[in-house]
T-cell receptor, first 114, second 113 residues
Framework: KQEVTQIPAALSVPEGENLVLNCSFTDSAIYNLQWFRQDPGKGLTSLLL?????REQTSGRLNASLDKSSGRSTLYIAASQPGDSATYLC?????????????FGQGTTLQVKP | DAGVIQSPRHEVTEMGQEVTLRCKPI?????LFWYRQTMMRGLELLIYFNNNVPIDDSGMPEDRFSAKMPNASFSTLKIQPSEPRDSAVYFC???????????FGPGTRLTVL
């Protein structure tokens, strides 16, 4: 059974710091991995989608990497800003079976202090 | 496009009442997903549809939950009868193809007293 873990559960950093959020998964047979952002009381916003054949994806100050063999992904945020404060979730899509299904981690809640 | 639309945004009801949550996916998307989010269990997939047909409903907790998609632009999730443990935020999401990005609605916060 695929399990997705995100550590740490919460993180607080000063503005301007570069930071890394971690996501690990137990079964490397994934189709792709998606990072989301969730603001309090809001829905999820898709940030980056990495296919299993890719090593990384970049969007602005965000860079997500994927090491399928070790079951890990990281989300790197450069020059963090208070507006980056939110909960970040990663989710993997299975390679076989019902491949529409996303399995989510519990998320990392980030606070960026001015 | 307005994105995925859900209604109502908030619902407070009493135990035993019927609850109906509604979702309008992004136009042209052929996959629709219903999720539930709680502090204890995080985000869980309840059911998903492809071209209006349910594909996987293994996440539906029990027979009190049912979902329909009568056409490509509308889906409902119904709970009858509702119980306090059903209190959660329910999200609807849609995607074009099952392997592509899923786009989420704002969610419905359900409170069952």
């Amino acid at each position: 059974k695929q399990e997705v873990t995100q550590i740490p559960a919460a993180l607080s950093v000063p503005e301007g710091e570069n930071l890394v959020l971690n996501c690990s998964f137990t079964d490397s047979a994934i189709y792709n991995l998606q990072w989301f952002r969730q603001d309090p009381g809001k829905g999820l916003t898709s940030l980056l989608l990495i296919q299993s054949s890719q090593r990384e994806q970049t969007s602005g100050r965000l860079n997500a990497s994927l090491d399928k063999s070790s079951g890990r992904s990281t989300l790197y945020i450069a020059a963090s800003q208070p507006g980056d404060s939110a909960t970040y979730l990663c989710a993997v899509r299975l390679l076989s079976g019902n491949t529409g299904k996303l399995i989510f981690g519990q998320g990392t809640t980030l606070q960026v202090k001015p | 496009d307005a994105g995925v639309i859900q209604s109502p945004r908030h619902e407070v009801t009493e135990m035993g009442q019927e609850v109906t949550l509604r979702c309008k996916p992004i136009s042209g998307h052929d996959y629709l997903f219903w999720y539930r989010q709680t502090m204890m269990r995080g985000l869980e997939l309840l059911i998903y549809f492809n071209n209006n047909v349910p594909i996987d409903d293994s996440g539906m907790p029990e027979d009190r939950f049912s979902a329909k998609m009568p056409n490509a632009s509308f889906s409902t999730l119904k709970i009858q009868p509702s119980e306090p443990r059903d209190s959660a935020v329910y999200f609807c999401a849609s995607s074009l193809g099952h392997n592509n990005e899923q786009f989420f609605g704002p969610g419905t916060r359900l409170t069952v007293l």
